[in-house]
């Protein structure tokens, strides 16, 4: 019996690496010119405190802040308070124990149809205009469409991706300032450092069915053959770039559905 379920089971994965190289090859053939970056009238303002409209920053502009941490949130307005709560918690005693620390936290509502926006102004009440803004997207872009439009209105040195739902302890941060520290010097002043589950792997199988296994692992392994080979887990919504490099990178991006 277990060697026909392993047999299975190498047949599906097969099968799902073969179908996600086809829709690779079938969306790179059928590839446009790189999208404009459009935003729409609201998109370009964000509310301070007292309810009025302020236009937001470039990414173009010299930065004025420490670190940006951009989140971008689709229908999250439950489970986003727990990762705002633990992110500004560390950030302000952060800010407390060395008082030349300046961050941001911007929360991009991906065209929510529930409260995320309202719930992310509640902490720009409480924190400040300056320390958390909110910005509401017309229509829902998609996670990478959401992360470029908040990185392109950021004000921090280095830019930091966190998703919504707290996946990974926002403290875990420094990791990735002692990686980026690692790679210096750094050409043309970008770096990029990722966060990785990969430890987390076996844990994360234990609670998953086998059939989001062996689509976890077709996935993997076609990013793997078809993109990136040094990191095992390109997924993780943790990633810390200089402001050079997140120019570069979100400049560069063809797909705002996918990131």
């Keep these: 019996m277990a060697p026909l379920l392993l047999q299975l089971a190498a047949l599906g994965a097969a099968l799902v690496a073969a ?13 446009t010119e790189m999208p404009q ?3 729409h009238e609201e998109e370009k303002f964000f509310l301070n405190v007292r309810g ?3 236009a937001l ?12 941490v951009v989140v971008p949130s689709y229908n999250e307005e439950k489970r ?9 918690g560390y950030l302000e005693d952060r800010q407390k124990q060395d008082p030349t620390f300046t961050y ?25 205009s300056d320390k958390v803004r909110v910005i509401t997207l017309v229509k829902n872009r998609g996670k990478g469409g959401a992360i470029r439009m908040g990185v392109f209105s950021s004000r921090g040195k280095k830019i930091l991706m966190a998703d919504a739902d707290g996946a ?31 430890h987390l792997e076996k844990e994360s199988i234990a609670q998953r069915s086998y059939f989001r296994t062996l689509l976890m692992y077709g996935f993997h392994f076609l990013v793997w ?21 997140a120019s570069r990178t979100f400049s560069s991006l063809h797909i705002e559905r996918w990131f």
């Design 19 to 31: 179908a996600l190289i086809l829709i690779s090859f079938v969306a790179f053939i059928t590839a």
């Design 37 to 39: 970056l459009h935003r």
């Design 52 to 54: 009025q409209r302020e």
């Design 57 to 68: 920053p470039s990414i173009q502009d010299s930065p004025t802040k420490q670190l940006s």
């Design 80 to 88: 986003l308070p727990v990762m705002m709560d633990e992110a500004l």
């Design 104 to 128: 941001e936290v911007i929360i991009v509502d991906d065209g929510s149809k529930d409260q995320t926006s309202k719930v992310a102004f509640k902490y720009c009440q409480k924190y400040g």
């Design 168 to 198: 990974t302890k926002f403290p875990d941060i420094e990791k990735l300032e002692k990686g980026l520290n690692d790679l210096q010097p750094w050409p043309d002043q970008m770096a990029i450092a990722c966060g990785s589950r990969a």
């Design 225 to 245: 053959f078809l993109c990136v080979k040094g990191i095992r887990d390109t997924q993780c919504g943790f990633k810390l770039l200089t402001r050079e490099a």
